[in-house]
Each structure stands twice: as C-alpha cells, then as structure tokens.
T-cell receptor, first 112, second 111 residues
C-alpha cells in the first residue's frame, strides 16, 4: 500500500531564516506531487505541483520554491521566511492521470 | 475556471441529528467531485468522490453525497451525527487540473 510522509511535524523558525520541508511517498512510482498551504479560515491554497522529476508548476508567486530531486521526493523551500509564511503545509500525491489526491500528515510552521 | 463554494463556514448539529454540508461548484467540463475530512492537526482524508455513473455516492463513516448537475451541487449528508464527526470538511472539484478546494466547513456536534 502507499504511504506519504512529511517532516518535520512542527517547526518554529525566525523571520528571515531558510526553510526546507520534505515529503516522500512510498509504494508507488511516478506520482503527481502537490504542496498546499492551509492558513486559518482560508482553506487550502495550492502552491506547487509536479508531474515528474524536475518538473514543477507554481500556482502562486511568492518567496517559496519547490524541487523534486527524486521520483518520490518533493521539497518545499524558502531562502528567507516571512511572518506570512506561517501555516499548515500539506503534501499530497496522486497517480498520473488520476484526480484523487492522498494527503500526508502535514507540517505546522510558525514563523516568529 | 473551476471553483467551489461551501455555504457556511461553521455548522452545528445535535448528536443524532441530520448532517447537511453544502457545496456548489462551477466547471466548464463534467467535473470530478470530492469530499475530504480533516481532524485537528492532521492531513485530509478522502470521504467520498464522484467521477461518473451513479449520482448518489456513499463514502466512509456513513456519509453520502449526491451529484446534481442541474443545481451544480454536491451536498454531503449523514442521517445521524456522532460526536466523532466533529471536524472540518472540504469539498473539491477537478476538471483535468489539480483539485480546487472550497474554504471548508467546520462541523460541531453538540451532545
């Protein structure tokens, strides 16, 4: 069966510091991968999605970036965090051509 | 462009009462529709989905939803609420693009 992991589970970072959040999927090959941010009362905002290694689509221009160095690894990064980057970050995967997305447990980020 | 509107950011029901969470969508092509549930500090869990075929879809935990094309709706129902149903519920639509989510409805269940 497929599983999706995210780490860390929680993170407290100062403004201006870098960020790296990692997501990995097990039990499937060539998944589509997604990063979402959830801010209080604002639902889920799609940040990035990837259909293959090195292929990243950005949905919202901002100070975040994403990379996919391996087939089942998706990384969310920032060079300098802003207060507004605080939130709950969710990674998800789907099979190629499939619409159903399966979510990881999330990372709670607090920028102070 | 596809979009989702969830009516009511917060719904309260008594234990044992009917649960009705409303979702309307817009899509230029026949959509795929989803309901997800999120418990505090957890990821989203798929409740049910509509792709094609039968318009009444049954999901986990006793929930079901009906796709009504004429009303562009996909409302989520459960005949009898349990305390364990308290969570946030998200409706989502896909028309060959990544899912677009509604803003969510927080369900509270009162004993």
């Amino acid at each position: 069966s497929q599983t999706i992991h995210q780490w860390p589970a929680t993170l407290v970072q100062p403004v201006g510091s870098p960020l790296s959040l990692e997501c990995t999927v097990e039990g499937t090959s060539n998944p589509n991968l997604y990063w979402y941010r959830q801010a209080a009362g604002r639902g889920l905002q799609l940040l990035f999605y990837s259909v293959g290694i090195g292929q990243i689509s950005s949905e919202v221009p901002q100070n975040l970036s994403a990379s996919r160095p391996q087939d089942r690894q998706f990384i969310l990064s920032s060079k300098k965090l802003l207060l507004s980057d605080s939130g709950f970050y969710l990674c998800a995967w789907s099979v190629i051509g499939g619409e159903t997305q399966y979510f990881g447990p999330g990372t709670r980020l607090l920028v102070l | 462009a596809q979009s989702v509107t969830q009516l009511g950011s917060h719904v309260s029901v008594s234990e044992g009462a009917l649960v009705l969470l409303r979702c309307n969508y817009s899509s230029s092509v026949p959509p795929y529709l989803f309901w997800y549930v999120q418990y505090p500090n957890q990821g989203l869990q798929l409740l049910l989905k509509y792709t094609t075929g039968a318009t009444l879809v049954k999901g986990i935990n006793g929930f079901e939803a009906e796709f009504k094309k004429s009303e562009t709706s996909f409302h989520l129902t459960k005949p009898s609420a349990h305390m364990s149903d308290a969570a946030e519920y998200f409706c989502a639509v896909s028309d060959q693009r990544p899912l677009v989510f509604g803003k969510g409805t927080r369900l509270s269940v009162i004993a």
